[in-house]
């Protein structure tokens, strides 16, 4: 499609969030609207290995995983209690890994054609967890034992929050580092079972280490880059803007508190699009430079590429690290949104498959796409519960509220987004099998 097809979708989407505002509210909009730009980053990291280099990563889910505990490991301050009982363990365990993780890549690369390497290196891991389990076990009992029901965990450096987005990316670039070293190279199947077997082992790594991110206690009151809701109803600048936007009637309690709500959204709507533009144009300035020609190729033919030379698992592992590092940085974004930090909240259906819908439904191998991938996806994921009881109301307006079909129904509306999203997705792949805005078609 052309710019034209995407200047119209965008159009239609934010006529559909101010029919939202009208008809619900207008906190309800730009709520949806700032999990749409999330969303939408998702969905560009996603593409960005798939739709540009075919690489197929399932696991989502870890990277934002990581991305969300970053917010944890900078934004928090730290607990000084549990540093004092057990801080100097847990770094003594983290060189021990990091060199055992260094240990593993020495011997993938300088024994890379040895018959049995995988076998040496899946017998140093065996060996050494046991010695690792020694060393950080003692620390980490002394520090969850370190008032437990309010701390238990080392907290973090205490810096702002924004900069655990980029560390969030950093540390989902690194973690891709490590994951492309060993599956990169497999069939693109092996790939994309490893990376959704590595995600889960990550989530639940974070879910049950209570020392690291409190686990399934949750982190709560994080830090955010807008005002807090309290602190504007009780500041007279922003009471004297309210009176202004409001002239044609009296200001009241309800009104400040309503509008405090609607004015944070608004700072998150800005930061979230900033961030998504700047993400876009970067994005778009290297999918057309001749290394984004050169990924295509890649994607495209292979074995014609690596005949001209080009080391193609190098250049997938990049762009698996570059991938990696938006869908970490979007998953620190959105903790940061929520305000706390919930492990248990991870699943594969809303952070890695529903993404991939992003993508498949959006267009993959066009950024314009996924991000209406994201916008579409979403959008009907929130509001199809409120669309599904709207027309259940209307199409059974003359059975009584009593009556055991209309209750079945009204009882049944959250699983109406599951039928939505299945329907909305075989109908575009019927009929628009290259996505809603296809990648657009390079001529030589």
Sequence with gaps: ???????????????????VGILQSWGVAFSILNLCLISAIMSMGVNIQWGFAGLINFGVMGFLAIGGLATVLISVPPVVESWS???????LSLIFLILIIYACLFINKRYSKYKYKYHLIFAIIILTIPVLKLISGPSIKLIESINP?????????????????????????????????ICLGLRSDYLAISTLLISGIIVSVIKHEEWLSRGVKNVIGLKRPAPYEVDLQNSEWFINLIEIIHFWSPTTKGIIISSSGIFVKICFSVIFLITLLILLYLSERAVNSPWGRMMRAIRDNETAAKAMGKNIVKQQLNIFMIGSAIIGFAGAMLVTYDGLFTPSSYQPLRYTFLIWVMVLLGGSGNNYGAILGGFVVWFIWIESAPIALFLINIFTFFLENENIFKIHLIESVPYFRYLMMGVGLLLVMRYKPEGLLPEKKIKF
């Excluded at 499609?1 to 029919?19: E, P, Q, R």
């Excluded at 009982?85 to 770094?91: F, P, R």
């Excluded at 702002?160 to 973690?175: N, T």
């Design 1 to 19: 499609m052309n710019n034209i097809d995407a200047k119209t979708s965008f159009t239609i989407m934010g006529f559909l969030l101010l029919i």
């Design 85 to 91: 009982a057990g801080g100097l363990g847990i770094l």
């Design 149 to 181: 029901a309010a701390q238990g965990y080392l907290g973090g450096l205490g810096l702002p929050i924004i900069f655990s987005w980029f560390v969030g990316g950093l540390l989902s670039a690194a973690l891709a580092f490590v994951i492309g070293k």
